[in-house]
């Protein structure tokens, strides 16, 4: 569809995917007099299925049934009909409507291309690229060029399954609480009937009114409604299909378009012949991927000459879901607007071993079309209309440049782009400042459903349905109404619920009780408290240590929302130490404010060994399988006695202040259990990093030793132009294309010596500056730049060091930002003065990705490069490359360290997402 929108989508992923396809609910098209109704039909007799059949007097569009079928009701007049279908030439006819229905058939001979002499360019190229330049450059034009719109949509989705597993099958009940259940005489639904089987299809049609104003305003309307799908496939919008354009870089999320502005790295075009549909000349161009991947389209499209816009679309994409095929067909409904009338979106759903037929088709009558008039028209495009054509000397300079490229006889790839980037800027000039101006992203798509939508009968559908329906439509359809037929007996004779429910067996107290005591559960109320446990069967609570040994804990979490947008929320855990036969415990509480400007209160106080370094450390899980089975105890801690009182506020949009002021009592530790499950005759390391500030010749003592400590934390974070949501008046930040900045102040005393009770004060300051932002379709680009230092670092203990985030261990749980892959746990650490920067660039396509193999793949590729530059420790250099989204939560890469630019290691790392 035309107009600007904020990341549409039109498919699905995940656990929605069988019904989401099909619930595309869309606007109501009067009834009207009389039908005008018969098939579409090639030269050979054949049935000529999902074409297309246009009325202009009244902007209606509609579409035949696979077998060719098509019907409308007009009121009495003279219509001129267009039928229409890809490959074939348009068919023309006029026809009068009275007091009887109207039966036509309409014969669409096959479309012949020609290839012109014209198309032959000297160099060789293929005639489709220049073409291509053109439309890419002109698609911002494009989607930005309709003001308004508000139309009347039918539109009918369905599915076929052909298989499903068995284990599948019994964990998709369809919709056991609601009236698609199958029920018996005795009132109670049927072991097999209840189940989704093999040959089962579901239907869905509806008409739907749509008003849309620029630049993504949607008004949906969902006049009536029938459906033979489950209870839970009635519940999702169409809007994201509706908000789709082929005009916008990347379709739903999808796949790349053809016309993104980086279409030529991912596609190839071929020029396949010309043909002449009354006064337009049409170019059949096919686009074939450069490599075969999830993220691309293969097909054809279909350019209007001098104009340079879709006239229709046949693309197919094959992903994880199966194979989806989409059809568009573009008509002007107005002299100087083509839009599509028509949608095809066909699926060879297969996906864990389930095979389904899935499909929906459109019909769409334009009610009111307002192009973009402050858009001015470029000056080679005016030209197709009489009339528009404007005089540089009335337009912008931007405007005078894009017509001087327009102008030329062949665009190169550098005009392509920037005509592309003049077009969108002129867009953005036309819309109000209000909208350009603003932060606030808005949801800007409401549903309105009518209270009777799903409420009308078969008489009504019969009257207004637009495409007739299939044999197998039709029985899906007599099933639902006889199932709704039965139910409803049974509910008017059965007066015992649970006799009506089928006496199902519920779980009893004591099982419901033992669930929830080893898996956790929430309890809530209507006063806003909520109240969580967290089981005995979590295994985050488990885990081992040489210091700790095992480790067993349980957590708590309590939350209240109060009047005002205000809320507490504590979150106390405790966990037993079992051989240093130590009770560790922690409270965090927080009193927070939402709004527009959110602050919060808070505190953290507790006892619990903790991590020697803070700059991000080994997951306690992997250091207990690297301890219990390989007698590596990477983990080294020291007791931390700590009470921690904050505050944080949001300043203005994007400001950010925080003050915070603790005490913490820090205690050496030591090991105390040789405990593991293999002896590998390694001996476990003693409890202190490696470092060479804590080498025994140094002097440990004077960096690592029992202290209390107080300091005040001072952080401030800025991003400019930040983006945000509103949700009943609370901002949610959404980014922005700026930077963000942070500086952190923090002032110290510790004792000046181990048997002093003097203190020493320091000062350390950090400034670091942040961003990530997409650099095309499924790639982005992501940075970040640290400094800082002590004022005065004499006596600094080893827990104020400057810590960073190194990750060693071949094996990672979760994915690690800004980290050192190569560097030994802690020996990164150090007092002095310090620069770091991480630089991580993700791309679709790259290297290993343009092979076959993986090129079908939802794979990314990274390069990362990281550095780190110290006063003792000289400059580490690190680069890396990495697959990941491997089965969507693995990584693996490699990488290598240098020394002063000098080669040091080299290291093979697998990451493993499950959060």
């Not at 903790?610 to 997951?619: P, Y």
Request: aromatic share 12%; charged share 25%.
């Amino acid at each position: 569809m035309t107009g600007q929108a904020d990341k549409p989508h039109f498919t699905c992923r995940g656990g929605t995917m069988l019904w989401l396809l099909f619930l595309l609910v869309l606007a109501e098209i009067p009834a009207a007099s009389q039908k005008l109704k018969g098939k579409i039909l090639d030269q050979s007799g054949q049935p000529v299925g999902y074409a297309t059949v246009y009325i202009d007097e009244i902007k209606l569009g509609t579409t035949s049934n696979a077998r060719g079928d098509y019907e409308l009701r007009l009121p009495p007049g003279n219509y001129v009909v267009l039928y229409q279908s890809l490959g074939y030439e348009p068919v023309i006819e006029s026809i009068s409507i009275g007091e009887n229905d109207v039966e036509k058939n309409a014969v669409l001979p096959e479309q012949i291309y020609e290839i012109q002499e014209v198309r032959i360019s000297p160099s060789g190229e293929d005639p489709a690229l220049s073409i291509m330049r053109k439309v890419i450059g002109l698609a911002p034009y494009y989607l930005n060029y309709i003001d308004h719109y508000k139309a009347e949509v039918y539109i009918k989705g369905n599915l076929y399954i052909r298989r499903i597993p068995k284990l599948i099958q019994k964990s998709m009940r369809m919709g056991s609480t609601g009236e698609s259940s199958y029920v018996s005489a005795g009132g109670k639904p049927t072991e097999n009937e209840d189940m989704l089987k093999e040959g089962d299809s579901f239907f869905l049609e509806s008409y739907n009114e749509i008003e849309f104003t620029a630049p993504d305003k949607y008004i949906q309307r969902v006049i009536s409604l029938n459906s033979t799908f489950p209870e839970q496939g009635n519940d999702i919008s169409p809007m994201e299909y509706i908000q789709a354009s082929f005009y916008q870089p990347v379709i739903a999320e999808l796949a790349i378009s053809p016309l993104s502005p980086q279409a030529f790295s991912y596609y190839k075009f071929r020029y396949i012949g010309t043909t002449f549909q009354g006064n337009n000349t049409i170019n059949k161009i096919e686009v074939i991927p450069r490599q075969k991947s999830q993220q691309l389209f293969s097909g054809t499209i279909f350019i209007i000459e001098d104009l340079w816009c879709l006239h229709s679309v046949d693309l197919t994409n094959e992903n994880i879901a199966g194979k989806i095929r989409v059809r568009e067909l573009y008509i002007p409904v107005r002299e100087d607007v083509w839009m599509p009338v028509s949608h095809q979106f066909d699926i060879d759903l297969q996906i864990i071993g389930i095979r389904a037929d899935v499909g929906y088709t459109s019909s769409v009558k334009y009610l009111d079309v307002q192009p973009n008039e402050k858009l001015q028209k470029p000056g080679d495009l005016a030209t197709g209309f009489a009339g528009r054509y404007q005089a540089d000397s009335v337009i912008t300079k931007s405007g005078s440049e894009i017509n001087r490229i327009l102008r030329k006889e062949e665009l190169t790839n550098r005009d392509m782009v920037k005509l592309g980037r003049l077009l969108d800027k002129e867009s953005k000039k036309t819309r109000p400042d209000s909208v350009v101006k603003s932060l606030e992203i808005k949801d800007n798509t409401t549903h309105i459903i009518e209270p009777d939508a799903a409420r009308k009968d078969s008489s009504y559908w019969a009257d207004i349905r637009p495409i007739p329906l299939s044999e197998i439509e039709l029985k899906s359809i007599r099933k639902s109404d006889s199932i709704k037929t039965a139910a409803s007996v049974i509910r008017k004779t059965v007066t015992d619920t649970a006799s009506f429910q089928g006496n199902q067996k519920r779980p009893s107290g004591f099982k419901t009780v033992i669930n929830r005591v080893m898996s956790g559960h929430t309890w809530s109320d209507t006063s806003g408290l909520r109240f969580t446990y967290g089981g005995l069967m979590n295994l985050r609570s488990l885990s081992f240590n040489t210091v700790d040994g095992f480790i067993y804990g349980l957590d708590f979490r309590i939350n209240k929302q109060l009047k005002h947008s205000r809320s507490i929320s504590v979150y106390p855990d405790f966990r037993w130490a079992f051989s240093r036969e130590k009770l560790m415990w922690g409270v965090n509480a927080n009193y927070s404010i939402q709004g527009m400007n959110p602050s919060q209160f808070y505190l953290r106080t507790g006892s619990s060994s903790t991590d020697m370094g803070k700059g991000g450390g080994i997951n306690p899980l992997i250091n207990s399988f690297t301890s219990l089975l390989m007698e590596k105890n990477y983990l080294k801690l020291y007791e931390s006695r700590y009470l921690t009182l904050g505050y944080e506020k949001e300043i203005i949009n994007g400001l950010k202040l925080n003050f915070e002021g603790g005490f913490e009592e820090r205690r050496i530790l030591d090991n105390t259990t040789s405990f593991s499950v293999f002896d590998t005759k390694r001996e476990y390391t003693p409890n202190l990093p490696e470092n060479e500030y804590l080498d025994p010749e140094n002097g440990i003592a004077s960096y690592l030793t029992d202290q209390k400590h107080f300091e005040f934390v001072t952080n401030v974070t800025f991003t400019p132009y930040q983006k945000y949501r509103v949700y009943k008046g609370n901002k949610s930040p959404q980014g922005s294309d700026w930077p963000t900045f942070m500086f952190t102040w923090k002032h110290g005393a510790n004792p000046a010596s181990p048997y002093s009770d003097k203190y020493s004060h320091f000062d350390m300051f950090r400034f670091e500056v942040s961003q990530q932002r997409e650099t095309g379709p499924f790639s982005e680009f992501r940075w970040r730049i640290r400094t800082g230092g002590v004022a005065d670092n004499r006596n600094l203990p080893w827990f104020d060091f400057f810590h960073f985030n190194s990750q060693p261990v071949r094996v990672l749980i979760n994915n690690y930002d800004d980290a050192f892959m190569q560097p030994a746990y802690y020996s990164l650490s150090t007092p002095e003065f310090f620069g770091e920067v991480h630089v991580r660039y993700t791309t679709p396509y790259l290297l290993l990705k343009l092979l076959p193999g993986l090129s079908k793949t939802l794979i990314r590729e990274n390069l990362i490069f990281s550095y780190l530059g110290t006063k003792n420790r000289g400059h580490y250099t690190e680069i890396g490359y990495s697959l990941s989204e491997i089965f969507f939560i693995g990584e693996v890469g490699i990488f290598a360290g240098f020394d002063n630019l000098k080669y040091n290691n080299f290291g093979v790392k697998f990451t493993l997402r499950i959060d």
